[in-house]
């Protein structure tokens, strides 16, 4: 098997990045955009994807995405990414969104989505990934899921594109 496609860690793709909630930003409530938060994902999801498969990718889906606290305005938005499953030419990548205040140090979990990127070379033509390689039951558990998440993924983009 050439180099380039021997499996890579869990470890190896992980990404974190943070981003200051500013007002340019937020709603007339004081609260981020949700569209805000879904790039600032897509953009996590993008980082742990490229880590894993060193070449270009595309987002070609997301699964769905959970809103579970605002953000405000002032707040640090942090944000955990990994590739959790390769499948061949697509990958699925789990994101976290963690919100800091940083007067108190409370931390909680405002938004989790799965996401689907797909390796591409200059032409824009699929070109294969390394396989992960899941080392702890946590990350076997999520390899596991996420076969299951696309057996439905593709179920649906079946029945989406045979409608009328």
């Given at each position: 098997?050439?180099?380039?496609?021997?499996?890579?860690?869990?470890?190896e793709s992980m990404s974190e990045?943070?981003?200051?909630?500013?007002?340019?930003?937020?709603?007339?409530?004081?609260?981020?955009?949700?569209?805000?938060?879904?790039?600032?994902?897509?953009?996590?999801?993008?980082?742990?994807?490229?880590?894993?498969?060193?070449?270009?990718?595309?987002?070609?889906?997301?699964?769905?995405?959970?809103f579970l606290h605002p953000i405000?305005?002032?707040?640090?938005?942090?944000?955990?990414?990994?590739?959790?499953?390769?499948?061949?030419?697509?990958?699925?990548?789990?994101?976290?969104?963690?919100?800091?205040?940083?007067?108190?140090?409370?931390?909680?979990?405002?938004?989790s989505a799965y996401l689907t990127?797909?390796?591409?070379?200059?032409?824009?033509?699929?070109?294969?990934?390394?396989?992960?390689?899941?080392?702890?039951?946590?990350?076997?558990?999520?390899?596991?899921?996420?076969?299951?998440?696309?057996?439905?993924?593709?179920?649906?983009?079946?029945?989406?594109?045979?409608?009328?």
């Open positions: 098997m050439p180099e380039e496609l021997l499996g890579r860690t869990v470890r990045m943070s981003e200051f909630a500013l007002p340019n930003d937020a709603n007339t409530l004081g609260t981020l955009f949700g569209g805000k938060v879904m790039s600032l994902v897509d953009l996590a999801g993008s980082l742990a994807a490229v880590r894993h498969a060193r070449t270009p990718v595309v987002t070609a889906s997301v699964d769905y995405m959970t405000h305005i002032g707040q640090l938005v942090i944000l955990k990414s990994q590739v959790n499953r390769v499948f061949r030419t697509s990958m699925e990548v789990g994101v976290k969104v963690f919100v800091e205040n940083l007067r108190t140090r409370e931390v909680k979990h405002t938004s990127f797909v390796a591409i070379d200059k032409e824009g033509n699929r070109v294969p990934i390394p396989p992960v390689l899941p080392e702890s039951e946590e990350e076997k558990r999520r390899f596991e899921d996420a076969g299951e998440r696309r057996r439905h993924r593709l179920e649906m983009k079946t029945r989406t594109t045979t409608q009328p």
